[in-house]
Nanobody
Framework: QVQLVESGGGLVQPGGSLRLSCAAS????????MGWYRQAPGKQRELVAT???????SYVDSAKGRFTISRDNAKNTVYLQMNSLKPEDTAVYYC?????????WGQGTQVTVSS
């Protein structure tokens, strides 16, 4: 089992920045990929960024150049640095941990971009 706890969401003005954190605990040795997803009201959950054990990263096109996913192995934490935020980035952001056999979700953290 893997437990994930997200934090760092909040209200920010357009153009502002936020850093989300996802702290993992439990069977963290089994994790192969960590990712950030988001779900806006009335929309499906979508992938934002992923990072693999070898620190290979990938991003959805709308996040490229603005968001950065990173990890601190000593703290078992994955981060999502979000810059130049836009109103369309408003969503609940979820952390996901994938193993070879299954995956786990965090509880989500709300990000609201509004003036």
């Amino acid at each position: 089992q893997v437990q994930l706890v997200e934090s760092g969401g909040g209200l920010v003005q357009p153009g502002g920045s936020l850093r989300l954190s996802c702290a993992a605990s439990g069977s963290i040795f089994s994790i192969k990929t960590m990712g950030w997803y988001r779900q806006a009201p009335g929309k499906q959950r979508e992938l934002v960024a992923t990072i693999r054990n070898v620190d290979s990263t990938s991003y959805v096109d709308s996040a490229k150049g603005r968001f950065t996913i990173s990890r601190d192995n000593a703290k078992n934490t994955v981060y999502l640095q979000m810059n130049s935020l836009k109103p369309e980035d408003t969503a609940v952001y979820y952390c996901k941990a994938s193993t070879y056999l299954t995956f786990y979700w965090g509880q989500g953290t709300q990000v609201t971009v509004s003036s």
